[in-house]
Antibody
Framework: EVQLVESGGGLVQPGGSLRLSCAASGFTFSSYAMHWVRQAPGKGLEYVSGISSNGGSTYYANSVKGRFTISRDNSKNTLYLQMGSLRAEDTAVYYC????????WGQGTLVTVSS | IQLTQSPSFLSASAGDKVTITCRASQAISSYLAWYQQKPGKAPKLLIY???TLQSGVPSRFSGSGSGTEFTLTISSLQPEDFATYYCQQLNSYPITFGQGTRLEIK
């Protein structure tokens, strides 16, 4: 059974940092590009960042470029998102997803940026 | 690439046929997916490659289009279909989503 399990969310002050993890199981993790997508409370889906299967290519939304860093450890079947210089507008549920094709998503982890 | 969904809100009754449109700001071939999302849940993939039904998704869902205009059609609404629907383009990075269409019971 394919599973994606996010962790690392929580409350952080503006300007702070947080690292999210996404533990994958049930499929060959190293064969798939992986992505982070977020959803602010009551809002739509927003693409955050993605990484190719071997980690050689990374992609970022303009809203997080220079502040967030995506990485992966294929030996540990884990995806990461290092978030820095956090702002109130980064408050959201963060999902990891196997895209393409988009068939598996984690349950999400809530990040709240507030003083 | 910007994706614009219409309508943003749709009120319909069980048994109705509904169509949601997604327009891309530039051509994206068939690199478009449709998702359904219910409150507090992760998005669920319905359609990929514009018209391919994801395994396990009921056949009342269908997708069409290519280039810049795409549609998601639900042929006969069931109670469990009332949710928010999003399109997503995978033609180029950054991947983008439409703003969503909220489908509610009339």
């Amino acid at each position: 059974e394919v599973q994606l399990v996010e962790s690392g969310g929580g409350l952080v002050q503006p300007g702070g940092s947080l690292r999210l993890s996404c533990a994958a199981s049930g499929f060959t993790f190293s064969s798939y590009a992986m992505h982070w997508v977020r959803q602010a409370p009551g809002k739509g889906l927003e693409y955050v960042s993605g990484i190719s299967s071997n980690g050689g290519s990374t992609y970022y939304a303009n809203s997080v470029k220079g502040r967030f860093t995506i990485s992966r450890d294929n030996s540990k079947n884990t995806l990461y998102l290092q978030m820095g210089s956090l702002r109130a507008e980064d408050t959201a549920v963060y999902y990891c997803a196997r895209v393409p094709p988009g068939d598996y998503w984690g349950q999400g982890t809530l990040v709240t940026v507030s003083s | 690439i910007q994706l614009t969904q219409s309508p943003s809100f749709l009120s319909a009754s069980a048994g109705d046929k509904v169509t949601i449109t997604c327009r891309a700001s530039q051509a994206i071939s068939s690199y478009l997916a449709w998702y359904q999302q219910k409150p507090g849940k992760a998005p669920k993939l319905l359609i990929y490659a514009a018209s391919t039904l994801q395994s396990g998704v009921p056949s009342r869902f269908s997708g069409s289009g290519s280039g810049t205009e795409f549609t998601l059609t639900i042929s006969s609404l069931q109670p469990e279909d009332f949710a928010t629907y999003y399109c997503q383009q995978l033609n180029s990075y950054p991947i983008t989503f439409g703003q969503g269409t909220r489908l509610e019971i009339k």
